[in-house]
């Protein structure tokens, strides 16, 4: 009975709380936008249905995990609210025993909680039924799904959840350690489960929500087949994850059941509790005659005195907790130590310079960085604190009537907090100093750090911290109030996915600032600032309403406080208020100016319906027949400084079709300004659509196949302002870098242009097609982008201190007045691809035979320059010996401004960013040299991609990216040693790891990233260990033979295959078509090996092997094969000192079949380890269990 | 230091009235003088008088009145108001972790006295006046709730306030502490406004020169306590009587309070005649004047003849 009334009075008093509702209200929307905003997205494309199972659970512990942060009012409230409001003294004194009260609490809780939680599935069926999603993306309705997400994943995760906010809060007697609850669960479900993810089993358990697995399954651990038919079962590690934390729940709630006492909450230290007797003494009142006759004096300097006093005061009450200072200590701790972890690119060890160092620590507030989201969550706390710190104590009913104005009580919370976030960034400064003293940093620049950390990084703080604040004086109620602060700051991360893409739209948003040594801040600084001083004009404004509506007594509703604001308007709370009204009307007018004027703005949707009218307009031009470009000469004048550039430029254009051609159709590029087109014979535009950027030209007499024309044209491009992105890069001060296909027109209708993901194809009434053309699309097999080879010859000119970099021959450079001119020619054609360089660069050369080795770099940064020299020797020879001459007399890496580490081969010219000049590969704990290795394939490339130029189909990148890499390992192994090559191949296997799912398209067909980079490489290195790489490279060396003109059809893999099949034995074809034309795994595996010795110099092993195979198609079914394979057998002597493995004793390829088996053979010494493909050259994703230790019987004499 | 004739300043509350949200009506049309001196404001819980008390401190809205504190008004000067205005509200909280030495001085700084001397002085003096001076540097945590309440009183007195206002302020003090501390303030009112609450009639009997009594939100009597109990002269009369009597005598008197005593029943009763019956003609005091006045046998005229005064 008295459980049942406390249930129903604690139950029924949090029903009519409008925060339950609040929750419930968020939560379902959560789930609805999750659904729409997200995972609709992926169903149009076509990899899983909307209603699927998995999806519907995916969702469920999304908004599980946000609601951890938000909604631990709920079980907080219910076990500590007779504290905060002092109701202890009744309800403890009450004769109810501790089970009925604890358990009527916490059952109300638990429930409510469940309700609130039960808007998942709410939000969940009104997204798929009830918001127009088409049929197409839905499976039929199974409540069978529904029913395992709310039984296995929502009814468990409420009581776990619960019972631990529940017993943190009863046992501190605070609602808000039911937070601190919540976030540590977060930070177990959301941190520690996906950086243990690929630990095995650890990631699923130690997670209290299940989120870790079910996400990892809904993105690519079960296959497309599975995901969309199979349900949540409870077995295996989510009944192990169910069991383990509902067990700790109810240990929780035990402890609590047996901590809990019915006792006067005691707040402070005990020990200096004790009132003195003193207390008791008779009173001494005097007569007023001896009251101090002092009065206050009132004016602007007292003002600042009390500012002074209150923030520090609020400062301290907030740093001395152990949410304060301690914990932001605790927090730049862990940063300091995950940093020379996170200062690597893809592995190797980056210099511990201060700007990586800077780069490493520094992400914006509204990011999702781990840190800096713990970071985002307490300024929205510590606002609360401060806005709610006096009241909660009481000492605001004696505090408000004192003389201090309102502007000097919010501005005072400001400035507290304000101290809280430089303190924090010192410390930052700290840790980053003290990390690169001890990676052993040359020079420390303090001077960025102080720049970096409290002129950019500040302001973003204190943007959000003056937004927390405002917040929670707004709503005046401390839980809503973090909870709207959530919101808005979740808001401002996912803006773009929910469509608001303006930076003046979203609070705090700027273009991001870089820094790099070349260029410095460059032009990212001039609209980063723009946007926050815009920002900070809001700041100032936010915080006169604040002022304005700053609670002071018992008026709280807004509606009286507005009233009250009417009063607290003074003349210069009206200036201020107008100063700040007058700067975000003229800010946000420069601002808009810049990126809409200025700049053309174009929210993303906006520019896929463009990209979709063009294809609309223009596909139909797509098979008509045009001249093909053979030759561009350019006049180009870079102005750094004004950060322009004008193109001059003459194209060659030549009829290789067999039909006379009576019109040019001439695609130009946006936002730069393309004039002056003009034909070598009378022509007449009949289409000009400069938006869409598609000019036609009707030539009065018609083009006869085998004719040629010549096409001249001029393109300004100048960098205009800054665009809602920020500053265009291209060309800038200290360093330009640009593409002929971003500004100069090219030919015909450009079909890289279009839309390519289903979903988007389907939303702008697209015809659907995939994403990337089949291989069997014989059509696609015609032409590609930047396809044509073109001889190329530029007069180049740029600020008399830069040097300028283009593809060809440098023939000649001079200097006209204060400028410097480069006359760039090439000696054989060149895919119609390439970048113009200007910087001041310094150049490190060498040579190969007759090929001159340039590499542009930004002085000082030469840590690299020999080994990439080496690298670029030995790979011109080695290429050149295996496959075929390099057709250039030079070949060149040229850096650019930025620290991202992609590199690009263009003919001749291959790009590489600063931070590949950066790195350091010789503290790689791998010994791995990544700089040689990523070298040697981007060499490769002038080969694989640039002579043999693949058609853009499916299986591309095993064409250029797959032997691009196969080709640097052979490299490796022949220059640099096969321990070299090994380390690329576990590099490899590092940095693209197996999918999860082995459900794929055939490697003829690649398309994606683990078969391009991971999956192509082995398979061509797997043929070539079996059939010979002489075999191998001739037929390599045929494809590009054939293929090396650029000529219509372009090569595909099936060209590469027919190569390859012509090469490889009949007793081998078997193992091709594995490979390349089926999905095929083996599954290899060694039980166990015996040896005897039979007489001296000579042993017995028997190996017992274990093999199978088996097909995987595309969406996962699996199929058996029969085994009857060539495999290595190979047995090693023990290791010597210093070496990782023994000499071989025996290597031969046996034919291995499905069953268990065992293989006797003989060697001459003493064996250590054996077994069977040591070279995991065949698809077998345990690679562990392929070789054993030997053991060894009695001998038989 | 003297205090001229010109600090003598006066508060004056007109037609104000405050109905909160949830509809009770706390103030209905309130009128009063408050002069110079200690003030009364008598009423039983749920009067009225936190309300008004909060309206006067600057805390609170009413939804129609003027409020004028000498030149200032009260509504609008806000900044003002609190530059000469010393509140010990009803209930309040501290920082347990302070020091009553550290919290007051933030607090005389928060008033206003900058000047690091004076307020050094000003602190030490107002805790030796609160008898707080050997406890100073003990946290407020560990503080009964008497010493806490004199600690809400040097907070008031800071910085010499015009008009002081005390919410209750006897609750939490022994009877000692209540009349000493009473004696203080009322020495005080000499040349301020000072406005004590309560709902205990000796409070107001013993040093108030003027008072009003306020229930559900009306005021139902102003005067000076001597003055008020005069016009009862003769009006008020007394009996022991036993329960059952009780129940009789309900019907035809004007009961205005029933006392135990010793297992009777001691009657007051508003008669302008004698009630005979064994009734004794008592001298009255003001507490029945508080109790006639709740029970209604005082009219609005009567308010307005002794307004008039």
């Known amino acids: 009975m008295k459980f049942r009334k406390i249930f129903h009075l604690e139950f029924a008093y949090q029903l009519r709380n409008a925060a339950t509702w609040l929750y419930f209200m968020v939560v379902a929307g959560l789930a609805f936008l999750w659904f729409i905003g997200n995972y609709l997205h992926d169903a149009r494309d076509g990899y899983f249905l909307l209603n699927a199972p998995i999806v519907i659970a995916a969702v469920a512990v999304l908004c599980f995990q946000l609601w951890l942060l938000v909604g631990a009012s709920v079980a907080g409230d219910a076990a500590a609210r007779d504290v905060h409001t002092r109701m202890y003294s009744l309800t403890y004194t009450a004769p109810a025993s501790k089970a009925e009260y604890l358990g009527g609490r916490f059952l109300a809780a638990f429930l409510l909680n469940g309700i609130v939680l039960l808007s998942i599935l709410l939000g969940t069926l009104f997204a798929l039924y009830f918001s127009g999603v088409e049929a197409e993306v839905l499976g039929p309705f199974r409540p069978a799904a529904y029913l395992t997400t709310f039984i296995y994943i929502i009814l468990p995760n409420t009581f776990i959840v619960t019972a631990i906010q529940f017993s943190l809060a009863a046992l501190t007697r605070q609602a808000m350690v039911s937070y601190l609850g919540g976030a540590l669960l977060f930070v177990a479900a ?110 602007f300097s007292t003002q600042l005195r009390q500012l002074r006093l209150i923030s520090m005061k609020s400062f301290l009450q907030l740093a001395k907790g152990i949410t304060g200072l301690p914990l932001l200590a605790v927090l730049a701790i862990l940063m300091g130590f995950a940093l020379p972890g996170n200062l690597k690119a893809k592995g190797v060890p980056l210099l511990p310079r201060t700007d990586f160092v800077l780069d490493t620590l520094i992400e914006p507030v509204a990011s999702l960085d781990f840190f800096w989201i713990i970071i985002a969550l307490l300024i929205i706390y510590y606002a609360g604190e401060l ?53 052993g940093a040359v020079t420390i620049e303090i001077g960025l750090y102080l720049q970096v950390l409290f002129g950019l990084q500040l302001v973003d703080c204190l943007l959000f911290a003056m937004l927390a604040l405002f917040v929670h004086v707004l709503v005046n109620h401390k839980f809503v109030g973090h909870l709207v602060a959530l919101l808005i700051f979740g808001g401002s991360i996912f803006a773009t996915n929910l469509g608001v893409e303006h930076k003046l739209l979203i609070f705090g948003a700027s273009p991001g600032w870089s820094y790099t040594d070349m260029v410095g801040f460059g032009a990212s600084l001039a609209p980063w600032l723009w946007f926050k001083l815009y920002w900070l004009a809001w700041a100032l404004l936010l915080a006169v309403v604040a002022r304005l509506l700053w609670v002071r007594g018992r008026e709280g509703s807004l509606i009286s406080r507005i009233h009250l604001a009417k009063n607290r308007f003074t003349r210069s709370t009206v200036l201020v208020a107008a100063t700040s009204v007058g700067s975000i009307l003229l800010l946000g007018s420069f601002i808009f100016y810049n990126t809409n004027v200025l700049n053309d703005y174009l929210s993303t949707s906006e520019a896929m319906e463009q990209r979709a009218e063009y294809e609309k307009r223009y596909r139909q031009y797509n098979d008509r027949p045009q001249p093909r470009l053979t030759r561009t000469n350019l006049h180009v004048e870079i102005y750094p400084e004004q950060r322009e550039a004008e193109i001059r430029g003459i194209y060659q254009l030549v009829n290789y079709s067999t039909v006379a051609i009576d019109s040019i159709h001439l695609s130009t590029a946006a936002g730069v300004r393309t004039s002056k087109i003009a034909f070598d014979r009378p022509a007449k535009q009949v289409l000009a659509d400069n938006e869409l950027g598609h000019q036609i030209y009707v030539l009065s007499e018609l083009l006869q196949p085998g004719d040629s024309l010549q096409l001249s044209f001029e393109v300004n491009a100048k960098a205009r302002g800054f665009s809602n992105s920020g500053a265009d890069a291209s060309v800038m001060a200290n360093s330009s870098n640009f593409r002929n296909y971003e500004w100069m027109p090219a030919i015909g209708y450009q079909d890289y242009r279009e839309l390519d993901d289903v979903g988007s194809r389907n939303k702008y009434g697209l015809s659907p097609r995939p994403a990337t053309p089949s291989l069997y699309d014989e059509a696609a097999h015609k032409d590609s982008p930047f396809s044509e080879r073109i001889s190329f010859e530029a007069v180049v000119g740029t600020a008399g201190d830069q040097t300028v970099v283009a593809p060809g021959a440098l023939r000649r450079s001079w200097i006209t007045g204060s400028r410097r001119y480069f006359h760039y020619v090439t000696d054989a054609p060149i895919r119609n691809e390439y970048n113009f360089f200007s910087a001041n660069y310094a150049v490190h050369e060498g040579k190969w035979r007759d090929v001159a080795i340039q590499i542009y770099y930004d002085p000082g940064q030469t840590g690299n320059l020999e080994r990439m020299v ?93 032997l691009a890499w196969y080709s640097a390992m052979g490299m490796l192994e022949d220059k640099y040693g096969p321990e070299q090559l090994q380390r690329l191949q576990s590099f490899l296997r590092e940095e693209y790891k197996n999918p999860r799912t082995r459900a794929a398209v055939p490697l003829l067909q690649a398309n994606d990233w683990y078969q391009n980079y991971r999956k192509g490489p082995f398979a061509l290195y797997a043929l070539s260990q079996y059939i010979g790489k002489e075999k191998m490279n001739s037929a390599l060396q045929r494809l590009i033979d054939k293929n090396r003109s650029g000529k219509s059809p372009q090569p595909t893999s099936l060209d590469l295959y027919r190569e390859l099949k012509s090469v490889t034995p009949d007793s081998l074809q078997y193992l091709l078509q594995d490979l390349f ?96 493909d040591p070279d995991n050259l065949l698809i077998d994703w345990e690679l562990k269990d392929n070789m054993v230790e030997v053991q060894f019987e009695k001998s038989a004499h | 230091m003297n205090i001229t004739m010109g600090n003598q300043i006066s508060l004056s509350i007109r037609n104000v ?145 015009k008009l002081l206002i005390v919410d ?119 507490e029945d004047v508080y109790f006639s006045t709740m029970a209604g046998f005082h009219t609005s005229n009567q308010q307005v003849e002794e307004v008039s005064i």
């Open chain 1, 387 to 439: 806005v709610w710190r006096e009241r909660e104590s009481g000492l605001s009913e004696i505090a408000n009537a004192a003389p201090v104005p309102e502007w000097v009580l919010f501005l005072s919370r400001f400035l507290a907090l304000s101290l809280g976030l430089v303190l924090w960034l010192v410390f930052l400064m700290l840790t980053g100093m003290v990390a690169q003293t001890v990676m």
């Open chain 2, 168 to 286: 209750e302020p006897t609750a939490g003090l022994d009877p000692a502490e209540r009349v000493r501390f009473l004696n203080l303030l009322s020495e005080l009112g000499e040349n301020s406004v000072v406005i004590l609450s309560t709902h205990i009639v000796e409070d107001v009997s013993e040093l108030c020169t003027h008072m009003a009594i306020i229930n559900k939100g009306h005021i139902l009597l102003e005067a000076a306590p001597q003055q008020a109990v005069a016009a009862l002269e003769g009006r008020i009369w007394r009996k022991l009587i036993s329960k059952s009597e009780l129940s009789i005598l309900e019907q035809d008197c004007k009961i205005i309070s029933v006392k135990l005593l010793s297992g009777r029943k001691l009657v007051h009763l508003y008669s302008d005649e004698s009630p005979g019956n064994g009734f004794e003609l008592i001298v009255p005091d003001l």
């Open chain 1, 190 to 299: 959301f941190i520690l489960g996906q950086v243990l993810q690929d630990e095995g089993e650890w990631g699923n358990l130690i997670d209290p929500i299940s989120f870790t697995p079910i996400m990892s399954q809904l993105s690519n651990e079960w296959s497309p087949l599975e995901k969309n038919i199979r349900l949540l079962v409870l077995e295996g590690s989510l009944l192990l994850n169910r069991l383990i934390w509902l067990g700790i729940a109810l240990v929780m709630l035990t402890f609590t059941y047996f901590r809990f006492q019915f006792t006067y909450p005691i707040s402070g230290d005990r020990k200096q509790q004790k009132p003195q007797q003193a207390a008791l003494e008779w009173l001494k009142w005097r007569t007023s005659e001896s009251l101090p006759q002092v009065r206050g004096a009132f004016g």
């Open chain 1, 1077 to 1172: 034309e089926k999905n095929t795994f083996w599954e290899l595996g060694t039980k166990q090996v015996l040896a005897k010795q039979i007489k001296l110099n000579n042993w017995q092993v028997m190996l017992e092997i274990q093999a199978r195979k088996f097909m995987v198609d595309s969406i996962g079914v699996e199929t058996k094969v029969p085994l009857n394979d060539w495999v290595e057998v190979v047995v090693f002597a023990p290791a010597k000192a210093n070496q990782s493995q023994g000499e071989v004793l025996y290597q031969k390829k046996h034919l291995i079949n499905s069953d268990k088996q065992t293989i006797t053979v003989m060697v001459q010494r003493k064996p250590a380890r054996a077994g069977i």
């Open chain 2, 17 to 161: 009235s405050k109905t909160y949200a949830n509809g009770v009506q706390a103030l209905n049309n309130i009128n009063l003088n408050i002069p110079s001196g200690m003030y009364g404001l008598l009423g039983p819980n749920g009067a009225g008088k936190s309300t008004l008390m909060r309206i006067l401190a600057t805390l609170q809205e009413p939804d129609e009145g003027t409020i004028t504190l000498g030149e200032l008004d009260v509504l609008r000067q806000k900044e003002e108001v609190r530059q000469t205005l010393g509140y010990l509200p009803q209930e309040f909280g501290i920082y347990p972790k302070s020091s009553a030495e550290d919290l007051l001085d933030y607090f005389a700084v928060l008033k206003g006295i900058t000047n690091r001397t004076s307020r050094k002085e000003v602190v030490e003096r107002l805790l030796r006046q609160t008898n707080l001076w050997d406890m100073r540097r003990q946290k407020l945590g560990g503080y009964s709730g008497g010493m806490r309440q004199r600690f809400g009183v040097a907070v008031a007195l800071l910085g010499n306030p």
């Open chain 1, 870 to 962: 080496r690298s670029i020797q030995a790979s011109l020879d080695y290429y050149t010996q295996q496959f075929d001459p390099y057709p250039h007399r030079q070949i060149r890496f040229v850096t650019y401004s930025g620290y991202s580490f992609g590199n690009h081969a263009a003919p001749i010219n291959i790009t590489a960013g600063e931070g590949f000049f950066l790195l350091n590969p010789k503290d790689d704990p791998r010994g791995f040299d990544l700089v040689t290795a990523v070298v040697a394939h981007e060499v490769a490339h002038q080969w694989w991609g640039n002579q043999l130029d693949p058609a853009h189909v499916e299986g591309a990148g095993l064409l250029s990216e797959s």
